[in-house]
């Protein structure tokens, strides 16, 4: 490695081995410059469909969402969909599929279901994906039904509030392949959270650029530059975890070391210290000590409605954890909200993808409590979790009302799809702040070279 390459933050450099906040040990995933054709290839996207989506786990939703016997949703994925459900036995991902004629039994997103009847000749399943009944039964030979077919079952597993689906009978369990450390996410409580906003938008370009571009802080300066007053973008700390998984560690409520300012405490940086509690009519420090205020402000309200935040460091309370699970998952982790991202392919086109993210909420009865503002909840959103927020879809040319920075995001992102498919263009150079791209292809890369079985 160069000996001049200037170190990228460590955000507590003090922070001992076993602490989630220290610094991860370096991964040397080289130089190399990766090749481009898997943005624009449809034959590229079928072998990311047999050798990654088929057999990776995949984050399919999460458990607050099925609070009572029967609750199901759906979860889709290119041209699959699944049913997950809560049975007697726990949790169980179904193929949304009848074994009769093949029609989809399930097409409402969510509900509840003492059984699943098809619409098209109502054959009916138990909750536990077995026949139930077959309707004019006896007009069948028994040859064709006397193994009394039923719905056929994907692996399903549970990790942190979360629900991973694998399409892979053979697969490694979750744990094995999730990369991240034990604690990192059930640190959050996320089975306590509640779906306060769910939007599922259609963004023009292929699923990795959206994957890479929520994977590095480089273009805030750019793209995003109202950030520059409250986000630390070049003292961010990226990690590397195995099997793909990665994190960077944003500073919040500091300002950026790019803007020649770093003593007026700026609106918002005022917005900020108003969310965690501290008044900024009578804040004393500069903007180099907000950040401070804020972890101590979040502390006093932790006291104040026992919220046991002596789990969390002072970094967790200030800053964005913003924590990526290979292959398509992003979630942004703060103690009172955590936004979750996910960057499904399209159904037939590469150069498209679905944007699907949750906004949730840790419940807690007190007005000042909120999500951090770069999440974009629009005002009106109701933050309680009392009713889950419908699923809010939306085409390519339609406005999902993301917010400002993810407005920005998607704004921009087709001019990258674009401009990389030039003939000019030979394939990325990715700097040590764009590391955890490096990190993401390698794992892809390895991943699509596993010869698929049968
Ligand atoms: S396709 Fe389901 S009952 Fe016929
Ligand atoms: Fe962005």
Known sequence: MNSKLIPVAVINPDAPAECLEAKQPEIDN?????????????????????????????????????????????????????????????????????????????????????????????????????????????????????????????????????????????????????GLPEGYLENYQIDRMKVVRHVCSEWGSNWKVGVEAFYESYHLHAVHPETRGVMGDLNVQYDLYPMGASRMIVPLGEPSPRIPDQQTVNEGLQFMLREA?????????????????????????????????????????????????????????????????????????????????MTLMFPVDDPNYCPPGWMGLPDNTDVTGTVRAPTETYLIDEDPNLGLVLGQDAAFLPSVQEGMRSKAFQGQLWGEQEQRLRHFHVELERRIAIEPCG
């Not at 804020?294 to 502390?299: F, L, M, N, P, V």
């Not at 409605?305 to 954890?321: P, V």
Request: glycine share 8%.
């Open 30 to 178: 080289g130089t190399a410059i990766h090749d481009k054709s898997g943005y624009f290839s449809s034959s590229f996207m079928q072998r990311e469909w047999d050798r990654v989506w088929t057999r990776s786990w995949l984050l399919a939703g999460v458990v607050s969402d099925l609070p009572a016997l029967g609750d199901y949703f759906l979860f889709r994925i290119g041209h699959e969909s699944f049913i997950i459900s809560r049975t007697k036995e726990g949790i169980r991902a179904f193929y949304n599929v009848c074994p009769h004629r093949g029609s989809r039994l399930l097409n409402q997103e969510r509900g509840n279901r003492k059984v699943f009847v098809c619409p098209f000749h109502s054959w009916s399943f138990t909750q536990d994906g077995a026949l139930r009944s077959i309707t004019d039964e006896e007009t069948f030979r028994p040859e064709v039904v006397g193994h009394r077919p039923g719905l056929r079952q994907a692996r399903c597993e549970i990790h942190a509030g979360l629900i991973f689906i694998n399409m892979d009978d053979d697969a490694v369990p979750l744990a094995e392949e999730l």
């Open 277 to 357: 509690g501290v008044d900024p009519d009578t804040f004393a420090g500069s903007a180099l000590d907000v950040r401070r205020a804020i972890q101590q402000g979040k502390r006093a309200r932790s006291e104040r409605l026992g919220l046991g935040y002596e789990r969390f460091t002072d970094g967790q309370l200030s800053d964005s954890w913003a924590t990526g699970i290979f292959p398509n998952v992003q979630i942004g982790c703060h103690p009172e909200a955590i936004f979750l991202m996910r960057f499904l392919p399209h159904d037939t086109d590469p150069q498209k993808f679905w944007y699907d993210t």
